[in-house]
């Protein structure tokens, strides 16, 4: 009997427990929502009044960890990306941004082969790259998003992305439709918008450039350790100088802005071809 009640007790404690753990799908949002288009900065309630609101539209953006060159982060392209899912996002109007995926195919293990002969970058099979692709596409098709979008801002994402949305657009049938969108990642279409803008680049051999530069000092300047450049008089790239500071972040927001035009043309191009499709 003294077992009993302390036994009882702890099936009493762990129900309630799974309960206040487990709110009612339904319960209403006690406070106002916050204006970002990032589901990790909403909270699980934020996410559902979105969806309810209209913002079906997911995407799912693929960046790296990898080498850069001298100044520019291991984590460029996921700094990139945090300025282009935002615009792209913002101009659709109906759509939410899932977490960037930093881990993608760098390179093989053991030897080391591209990006992996490098300290700090981190690789994965294709395999676990498109299977992560596959997880997250599920999960965001459970809570009812219409469309899941690929993009990746490196050339070592594209293949896996592509392969990996059109298994999954067959599996779910269209519903959502899952797209990727080849048109994101055209660096040699910035390159030359830039040089129509008066910025004439002079490649230097470095595993960067202007237009990604400016791009992630928008951002966060240090991210292209800019203070320490300066100061060494190394503020250039490819021949164009970075300071001063407002004008660098002045052409890196027109560059968003071009990028972030061309890959909204191209969702909505890929999502009308699908709604024209469907049954």
Known sequence: MRLALPLAFLLLATELFAQA????????????????VFIENLTWMEVRDALKAGKTTAIVSSGGVEQNGPYLVTGK?????????????????????????????EGDFDPPTGHMKYPGTISVTQETYKALLRDIASSLKAHGFQHIIFIGDSGGNQNG????????????????????????????????WLD????????QGLHD????????MTVDPESVRYKQRVVKGLD????????????????????????????????????????????
């Open 209 to 216: 450039d202007y237009g990604i530069t400016s791009i992630m």
């Open 236 to 279: 250039s790239i490819n021949g164009i100088k970075i300071t001063p500071l407002e004008k660098t972040l002045e052409a890196g927001r027109k560059a968003i802005e071009w990028r972030a035009n061309k890959t909204v043309e191209a969702i909505r191009k890929a999502v009308s071809s699908h709604a024209t499709s469907s049954p």
């Open 77 to 105: 392209h996921n700094v990139v990306l945090q300025a282009m899912t935002e615009s792209i996002a913002r101009k659709l109007g109906n759509a939410l941004v899932a977490p960037i995926i930093p881990f993608v195919p």
């Open 196 to 203: 129509q803008q008066g910025y004439k680049q002079v490649d």
């Open 21 to 36: 753990g487990s709110p009612p799908i339904d319960e209403p949002r006690p406070i106002e929502a916050v204006d970002t």
């Open 161 to 192: 992305m592509k392969e990996v949305a059109t298994e999954l657009h067959a599996r779910f049938g269209g519903k959502p439709g899952v797209h990727f969108i080849s048109e994101f990642y055209d660096y040699d279409g910035l390159m030359t």
